[in-house]
């Protein structure tokens, strides 16, 4: 089955710099790949997604980055801001299959610092 | 619109003993999910029904779970003789047909602690 790694567990940065979280697939026939955002005692929340047939997708401050070949897919947010603290999961599917169920990595806790 | 809700939102139980968790998904959605989430961890899948039937459960740990989705809708999670590893939150999320890329849409879960 699918197997989606997540780097790094951790992530400090101050206000107003980027943040880089990258993610590796095993299965080469996962073409779905979305983010979703978890702050403390909430639920996930989707935030962007990127399906295998574009390189990268934007939306304001965050955007998405997949490399087929290599199998990883990255999520950049620029400009951080305090309200951006959160854990973030990448996840990977195959859209083909019915019920589309998503693989999850191991999740990178974010801390932007005022 | 209402998203998704579940109850409770805690759930301490004692070890051996048989718990229900129950989920209400998002209104008109078909495609419904379970997931279990450890801490520290990303959610892992364990159950998707499409409609009434469960149309994928490969990822139930053992057959002490089982979950059904009677009308529909409402779905509730089971699970026996529960054991201190099954303490996680269980997370339920609804998507509009669990087809293409339809966003799968997560209540906010129900924190099982078993003593």
């Known amino acids: 089955g699918e197997n989606v790694e997540q780097h790094p567990s951790t992530l400090s940065v101050q206000e107003g710099d980027s943040a880089v979280i990258k993610c590796t697939y095993s299965?080469?026939?996962?073409?779905?790949f979305p983010w979703y955002k978890q702050e403390l005692g909430k639920r996930p929340q989707l935030i962007i997604d990127?399906?295998?047939?574009?390189g990268e997708k934007k939306d304001q401050r965050i955007a998405v980055t997949l490399n087929k070949t290599a199998k990883h897919f990255s999520l950049h947010i620029t400009e951080t801001q305090p309200e951006d603290s959160a854990v973030y999961f990448c996840?990977?599917?195959?859209?083909?299959?019915?019920?589309?169920?998503?693989?999850f990595g191991g999740g990178t806790r974010l801390m932007v610092k005022p | 619109g209402a998203g998704v809700s579940q109850t409770p939102s805690n759930k301490v139980t004692e070890k051996g003993k048989y718990v229900e968790l129950r989920c209400d998904p998002i209104?008109?959605?078909?495609?419904l999910y379970w997931y279990r989430q450890s801490l520290g961890q990303g959610p892992e899948f364990l159950i998707y029904?499409?409609?009434?039937?469960?149309?994928?459960d490969s990822g139930l740990p053992n057959d002490r779970f089982f979950a059904v989705r009677p009308e529909g809708s409402v779905s509730t999670l089971k699970i026996q003789r529960t054991e201190r590893g099954d303490s996680a939150v269980y997370l339920c999320?609804?998507?509009?047909?669990?087809?293409?890329?339809?966003?799968?849409?997560f209540g906010p879960g129900t924190r099982l602690t078993v003593l």
């Open positions: 209104s008109g959605h078909t495609a």
């Open positions: 999320a609804s998507s509009s047909t669990g087809h293409g890329t339809d966003t799968q849409y």
């Open positions: 029904f499409q409609g009434t039937g469960a149309a994928d």
């Open positions: 990127i399906r295998s047939n574009v």
């Open positions: 996840a990977a599917s195959m859209i083909d299959n019915a019920g589309n169920m998503l693989t």
């Open positions: 299965d080469s026939a996962s073409n779905y």
